[in-house]
């Protein structure tokens, strides 16, 4: 079962929008309806002893350690040049900058640096710490999850009556390990997938996330 921040009928319109694409790797022309989410708490629909960051433990298996930690590993930043024309306003540029902000996200769960993550948000996306929740734990028990790839599946704009820009961006991260809730033991977590929609608005000359739709797990994308 996937773990989702908000309502699943946003990664829905996402899902069905990128089904449109002729390959999955473009944008389609034509925009679906407009989402209309706001920034919003977690459904409650898991337990509040299991993880409620970007990623939880869905699908996680005990890997059978020894409860040796894993401190940060040396991973290199995203390189903002991976990401042509984030700094434009214009919707490519949208899309760019949501893209970034997943990749530093993630980066953050590996070494526990998220320093960036405050700059690339809207002060008031309460769904943004709601996805890097567990960065402070891991930081508090110099924990982390190891190393780990992200792949594009899509990703599509759209206009928005909340905000500037709408992006639906789907991606995988590939299998790793993790310290379990008690951080007493690694757990091994499978190829995990990804359904995001983040509502973008142009400030003080850069694009901010002021809202995520986040669903993930091993189904996420059916």
């Known amino acids: 079962m996937a773990r989702r921040l908000i309502a699943a009928t946003a990664s829905a319109v996402l899902i069905l929008g990128l089904a449109a694409c002729d390959d999955g790797k473009g944008p389609v022309t034509t925009p679906p309806p407009d989402l209309g989410f706001e920034p919003q708490t977690s459904d409650g629909g898991g337990d509040e002893n299991e993880a409620s960051d970007g990623g939880g433990d869905d699908g996680a298996s005990d890997g059978?350690?020894?409860g040796d930690t894993q401190a940060a590993p040396d991973i290199p930043a995203p390189d903002r040049a991976d990401f042509p024309g984030m700094d434009e306003h214009t919707e490519e540029g949208a899309a760019q900058a949501f893209r970034y902000y997943i990749a530093m996200s993630m980066w953050a769960h590996q070494t526990g640096?998220?320093?960036?993550?405050?700059?690339?948000?809207?002060?008031?996306?309460?769904?943004?710490?709601?996805?890097?929740?567990?960065?402070?734990?891991?930081?508090?028990?110099n924990e982390y999850w190891s190393e780990f790839d992200i792949t594009d599946v899509g990703i599509r704009t759209h206009d928005?009556?909340?905000?500037?820009?709408?992006?639906?961006?789907?991606?995988?991260?590939?299998?790793?390990?993790r310290p379990n809730d008690t951080f007493k033991d690694r757990v091994d977590v499978p190829e995990l997938e990804y359904s995001t929609v983040g509502g973008m608005n142009w400030n003080d000359g850069a694009w901010k996330v002021s809202g995520i739709n986040a669903e993930w797990g091993t189904d996420a994308h059916e």
């Open 64 to 66: 059978g350690g020894d």
């Open 113 to 141: 640096d998220d320093s960036s993550l405050p700059m690339l948000e809207d002060p008031d996306c309460s769904s943004c710490a709601e996805l890097n929740a567990t960065i402070a734990p891991l930081k508090e028990h």
């Open 160 to 177: 928005s009556d909340l905000n500037d820009v709408e992006v639906g961006y789907l991606f995988t991260i590939s299998s790793h390990t």
